[in-house]
């Protein structure tokens, strides 16, 4: 498994091995839109995700007022391989590229039947992103949802070209969530079950309040059996042909014919200053906690005297739930990213 992380200083990525280490809120500042690249349309998923954000200005655009640091910590458990992979660059572009955007990128990917679907999607998916990115600022809010489904489906089908290539052919899979924060604005695009959550305080900053970011997609949900069936596939006991649970993936090239989509589904965030980070993890971790008791442990841990310098606490925090889920419940692969956001007005 391989991680990529910024270097410390620049925008140059470094690749290496890492150490192995619901109650759902409403968000009103949030919104969640599919598109299917079947039919071109988009809906909105349900009453409660509703409330619609309200278009950044050029002026908000060109200035960032949030800086973010990511943190991560994963566990193996009983798993014979780490099949996890993630992704933490806390400059993804910086101010002074063309495009004048200031950029953070965070991802969690959870490989099943192997680890290329999953090391695959971390070492590429960033890259065709940038590539992808619009170069005028002023067009991120009209083209992201297009550039997000592009770019997935541009590395979805480079690791099906690989796959077909080698003999026996790759049948690996692999989940995605990822994360794009753009000055005060987060771009969230999954598939599959892994998660992110954002931990919000009430205006006192007393209560903590989990608002989820993503959409699970299992062949058990309506719609996607909807659309698995409309293939030809079939759900057997609530996975797609009796064998995958995840009904969107990276990769699972003998699954795409019964109706697996790489079409993620994308909500656009704008953050508030109660805003104080997003959890991203596998589904490792959820096995064992649900959105509330994840986000209370963590602030549990935030919250200790003993440690005071922030970055110890954040490595902290992510150490000891990704143990903690391995101790309780999960047997599988678990991977704990916390992303720290700060008001830099």
Same mark, same amino acid.
Not at 21 to 50: F, H, I, M, P, Y
Not at 101 to 114: I, K, N, Q, T
Not at 191 to 204: E, I, M, P, Q
Not at 323 to 331: I, M, Q
């Given at each position: 498994?391989?991680? *990529? ?54 002026? &908000? *655009? ?114 995605? *969530? ?17 998660? &992110? ?32 069936? $409309? ?15 995840v009904s969107r993936s990276i990769g699972d090239g003998p699954y795409k014919k019964h109706g697996v989509s790489c079409i993620p589904d994308i909500k656009r965030c704008q953050l508030t200053e109660n805003d104080r980070y997003v959890l991203i993890a596998c589904d490792g971790l959820w096995k064992a906690f649900d959105n509330r008791t994840a986000i209370e442990f963590i602030n549990k841990v935030l919250n200790d005297?003993?440690?005071? $310098? ?36």
């Open positions: 498994m391989s991680t *990529v992380e910024q270097k410390a200083g620049g925008v140059a990525v470094e690749e290496r091995p890492a150490t192995s280490g619901s109650n759902n809120q409403v968000c009103k500042s949030c919104t969640l839109e599919t598109e299917t690249a079947e039919r071109g349309t988009k809906r909105k998923l349900g009453a409660d995700v509703s409330g619609l954000c309200k278009k950044p200005t050029t002026d &908000a *655009v060109a200035v960032a007022s949030y800086s973010f640091k990511g943190y991560v910590a994963e566990r193996q458990g009983e798993r014979e391989e780490m099949q996890d992979a993630h992704v933490v660059l806390d400059t993804f572009l910086s101010p002074d590229t063309e495009s004048q955007l200031c950029c953070s990128y965070y991802a969690v990917f959870d490989g099943h039947g192997g680890t290329r679907a999953s090391k695959h999607a971390a070492e590429h998916l960033h890259r065709n992103l940038k590539e992808r990115l619009p170069k005028d600022a002023s067009r991120i809010e009209a083209d992201i949802k297009k550039c997000f489904i592009d770019v997935f489906k541009k590395t979805d089908e480079e690791f099906l070209k690989l796959a077909k290539k080698n003999k026996p052919v790759w049948k690996d899979g692999s989940t995605a *969530v990822a994360v794009l924060a753009i000055n005060s604005t987060l771009y969230i695009a999954n598939l599959g079950d892994s998660k &992110a959550v954002l931990c919000r305080f009430d205006a006192a900053g007393k209560m903590a309040m989990p608002i989820p970011l993503t959409k699970d997609h299992n062949a058990t949900l309506y719609d996607e059996r909807k659309r698995i069936q $409309k293939a030809g596939g079939k759900v057997i006991d609530g996975r797609v042909m009796g064998v995958l649970e005297p003993k440690i005071e $310098k922030m970055a110890e606490k954040y490595e902290a925090a992510c150490s000891r739930l990704a143990s903690e889920a391995v101790r309780k419940l999960s047997a599988d692969n678990v991977t704990v990213m916390l992303v720290h956001i700060a008001n830099t007005r």
